[in-house]
């Protein structure tokens, strides 16, 4: 039987904690694990190493919670979904009535790469659902932009209160709707270059080719080869499941290298497509979840003339 706040509900129940200080914070989180704990509950903490020791140092000696290493849970959405996905199934299938988890995105995801973290909070409430989760995602309201912390009121069913309470969000707007919307592409700087190669309908092979020919040496070898897989699917996506024509152009930059594939199509109709395991690849999804595996950002921009997707190789960061 669930505790809590998610007594009685079937699937995922989601919350945010919107704080403002650290007291604000650890009024939220403590009761959570601690009630986790009592409840005998699989009770998780995945914040970075600061506000990690926070709670870690709150905590009564030996109280049970279970802290989560950082490293590369949270380096792309589809690693932190497979990642939790794998996590959650091995506490139900240990008989695990619901499990309790407390996390946090690195503030490097409010910036440039933010689009993609909010189609993930979006997402989640979906991919998630199959498993008892009670999750509660902390945003700074000092550190997170107002733009972030909109996103994160129309992917968070409700808000967690130092009060106890559990407000619903009025915004909230369910996954398939939230991922259908047009999101704008922020534009890199490297973009505002001409780039240095323009093709129009290229072969697979051919884009392949101009990926490796971009290569000076600014990017390890293995992040060559994801996104020249990366490209290659993504061009044979827009050349099978798109409208003519079909264009690619690359950009590169001392610290990475950029693609924009775009054709006059509207882009998948799977509204999860690169977030989630493909279910058809004649959809072209098999090919977006491979580019979201193989490349450090991925951008999809559907425009009135055509639906672009932008793949970075390197470093993804830049003012915005």
């Known amino acids: 039987m669930r505790t809590g706040a998610a007594a009685g509900h079937t699937g995922y129940y989601h919350e945010a904690i919107l704080y403002d200080s650290d007291e604000h914070l650890l009024a939220v989180v403590l009761p959570f694990l601690l009630g986790g ?8 903490v995945g914040f970075g190493e600061r506000n990690a020791e926070l709670v870690r140092r709150a905590l009564p000696a030996h109280s049970g919670v279970t802290f989560l290493p950082g490293g590369n849970v949270y380096a792309r959405p589809t690693s932190a979904i497979r990642s939790y996905r794998k996590l959650l199934a091995e506490h139900v299938a240990e008989g695990a009535p619901q499990v309790r988890i407390v996390g946090e995105l690195p503030t490097s995801a409010f910036g440039a790469t933010w689009d993609w973290w909010a189609r993930y909070e979006s997402a989640i409430n979906h991919a998630y659902d199959d498993f008892p989760l009670w999750s509660i995602c ?17 992917t968070h069913p409700r808000v967690a209160g130092p009060d106890g309470s559990h407000v619903p969000i009025g915004v909230y707007t369910e996954a398939r709707s939230y991922l259908s919307e047009p999101r704008p592409m922020l534009l890199d700087p490297v973009q505002r270059t001409a780039p240095l190669v323009e093709l129009t309908d290229p072969t697979p092979a051919q884009a392949r080719a101009a990926v490796y020919a971009a290569d000076r040496g600014q990017l390890p070898a293995d992040d060559v080869e994801d996104l020249v897989v990366a490209v290659s699917e993504t061009v044979t996506n827009a050349l099978r499941h798109g409208l003519p024509p079909t264009r690619m152009r690359l950009w590169a930059g001392a610290d990475r290298i950029v693609v924009a594939v775009s054709d006059g199509g509207d882009g ?13 690849a004649s959809a072209g999804g098999l090919g977006m979840w491979i580019s979201h595996q193989s490349c450090n950002h991925v951008a999809l921009h559907r425009g009135p003339d055509a639906f672009t997707v932008r793949l970075t190789a390197g470093n993804p960061h830049f003012p915005v």
């Open 37 to 44: 704990v009592e409840a005998g509950e699989p009770t998780l």
């Open 138 to 154: 902390a945003y700074n309201t000092r550190v997170a932009p107002e733009p972030v912390l909109a996103d994160v009121a129309r």
């Open 268 to 280: 998948p109709k799977d509204p999860f497509a690169g977030l989630l395991p493909a279910t058809s």
